[in-house]
């Protein structure tokens, strides 16, 4: 059965494959966003103090992206060099990695929790929070923060079943944690009174269970690459490896922290809590058109690894051309629903009248540019997946630092533009960004797959 999976990544008929491996992947996407989707759905219609309440869990997103881009690093760092090395025939390459990504995730769980529970509070004013906010900020973060472990272990560890083929078993761990948060908010949020630390504790256990099913997954018969006790002394070798493809998915995802510091502490500063909680919004709907379309693309990564492996180039192209075109589909055709029902999408996260009528105003703009974004993530997915760091980690750098991140500050402080600048940024770097990765993986594409496999660099 492990045979199967493993060597069908190179044989079987590209289109049916990448559905049999996107599809899982993209349920699996779409029901982890239910994790953070929840939780601000349950929070924002909180009685009195919803929107204060949901202004404060937005406060701590810099926090936890911080804590999931460290597991990107340890997974989504070492998942493309164990389906490279399956592609090559090294099973016991693989699970060395696999194994050296398990030490990294369990060192990075320590001195996380460790380090951002003595500093939430000073990292939480920093970040916008006000006399209003910030107890619902800290009461969320105190109880999160213990259960870095298992966050770190679900989403890092996770992708190494994912690299073998077997989608449908990556995407059953993801489920079962987010359908255990499901049932467990309200009964915590609002059966126990426990509020926003209820919203904490409920995904901190779901987070427990994923862990749980993915490493003994990892540890089974079941896997074809496994942890192996005797592989988890360090190897720094392995651990550079590791860090040379790792250290894109963390800019991608460490720099989301970035950008929500300057994003909360500009509008908190040219407007107040009102766009404080606006952004939260904002930032969650932008992620139902992202994410979908990240899973897609990620569920095909180890296609392109394998093939890539193996010196399969035109099935690594092929798979860039459809995948990349189905996302295009997806985000073209939610924008457009952005466009005719904004209140309809703002209403599922607060009833507050004016928080509505703020996010609802400002969705058009702030999504405009993620309509072509299936570009990056298409190109971003592919050069991870054939191992080009350097290109990869330009990708990873331009949308956010080089570009968002100055135009979120510098836009607002032009005469006449204030606030709306901080929400314009967005759009302006989405596109410019997406049309660059475009360019980018058509000449690396051009240079490194219409050939003998290229040495190692």
């Known amino acids: 059965m492990n045979n199967r999976s493993e060597e069908r990544l190179g044989t079987e008929p590209l289109g049916r494959l990448i559905f049999s491996l996107a599809i899982p992947a993209l349920l699996a996407q779409l029901v982890n966003l239910l994790y953070s989707l929840v939780d601000k759905i349950y929070i924002g219609h909180i009685a009195d103090v919803g929107a204060l309440a949901l202004t404060g869990l937005g406060l701590c997103t810099p926090i936890i992206l911080i804590v999931s881009a460290f597991a990107a690093f340890a997974g989504n760092g070492g998942a493309p060099l164990a389906a490279m090395s399956l592609g090559r025939g090294d099973r016991e390459g693989a699970s060395r990695i696999l194994s050296m990504s398990c030490v990294l995730i369990l060192f990075f769980s320590v001195v996380l929790t460790a380090a951002l529970m003595a500093a939430k509070r000073p990292l939480l004013y920093f970040f916008g929070a006000s006399g209003a906010t910030i107890g619902f900020a800290e009461d969320y973060l105190s109880v999160y923060l213990c259960g870095t472990v298992f966050v770190q272990a679900a989403l890092g560890l996770n992708s190494f079943i994912s690299c073998q083929g077997q989608a449908k078993t990556a995407m059953l761990s993801i489920m079962i944690g987010a359908a255990a948060n499901i049932v467990l908010d309200p009964i915590f949020i609002f059966g126990f009174g426990m509020g926003v630390r209820g919203a904490a504790l409920a995904t901190i256990i779901s987070q427990c269970l994923s862990a749980i099913w993915v490493v003994r997954f990892l540890r089974s018969e079941k896997s074809v690459i496994r942890i192996t006790p005797a592989y988890m002394r360090p190897d720094f070798k392995i651990i550079g490896r590791i860090a040379s493809l790792g250290v894109s998915p963390f800019i991608m995802q460490s720099t989301e922290s970035l950008i929500a510091i300057v994003f909360t502490n500009g509008l908190q500063k040219y407007g107040g809590d009102l766009y404080v909680g606006s952004y939260t919004i904002l930032q969650s709907v932008i992620q139902?058109?992202?994410?979908?379309?990240?899973?897609?693309?990620?569920?095909?990564?180890?296609?392109?690894?394998?093939?890539?492996?193996?010196?399969?180039?035109?099935?690594?192209?092929?798979?860039?051309?459809?995948?990349?075109?189905?996302?295009?589909?997806?985000?073209?055709?939610?924008?457009?629903?952005?466009?005719?029902?904004?209140?309809?999408?703002?209403?599922?996260?607060?009833?507050?009248?004016?928080?509505?009528?703020?996010?609802?105003?400002?969705?058009?703009?702030?999504?405009?540019?993620?309509?072509?974004?299936?570009?990056?993530?298409?190109?971003?997915?592919?050069?991870?997946?054939?191992?080009?760091?350097?290109?990869?980690?330009?990708?990873?750098?331009?949308?956010?630092?080089?570009?968002?991140?100055?135009?979120?500050?510098?836009?607002p402080r032009i005469a006449g533009i204030g606030v709306d600048g901080i929400y314009a940024a967005e759009p302006i770097s989405d596109a410019i960004s997406a049309l660059t990765s475009l360019a980018l993986v058509t000449a690396v594409s051009r240079k490194y797959l219409s050939g003998p496999l290229p040495e190692k660099k």
Request: charged share 10%; with cysteine.
């Open 288 to 411: 139902l058109m992202f994410i979908p379309t990240q899973g897609f693309c990620n569920g095909t990564q180890a296609i392109i690894s394998y093939n890539y492996g193996a010196g399969n180039f035109d099935r690594v192209k092929k798979n860039f051309r459809i995948v990349t075109g189905i996302c295009l589909v997806y985000t073209l055709g939610f924008y457009a629903f952005v466009l005719l029902a904004p209140g309809i999408i703002a209403g599922m996260f607060t009833d507050n009248a004016e928080l509505l009528a703020l996010a609802a105003e400002k969705l058009p703009l702030f999504l405009a540019g993620m309509s072509i974004f299936a570009f990056q993530i298409g190109a971003q997915t592919t050069l991870l997946g054939m191992g080009r760091a350097k290109v990869s980690l330009f990708l990873a750098c331009l949308r956010k630092i080089i570009l968002l991140t100055p135009l979120a500050i510098i836009l």
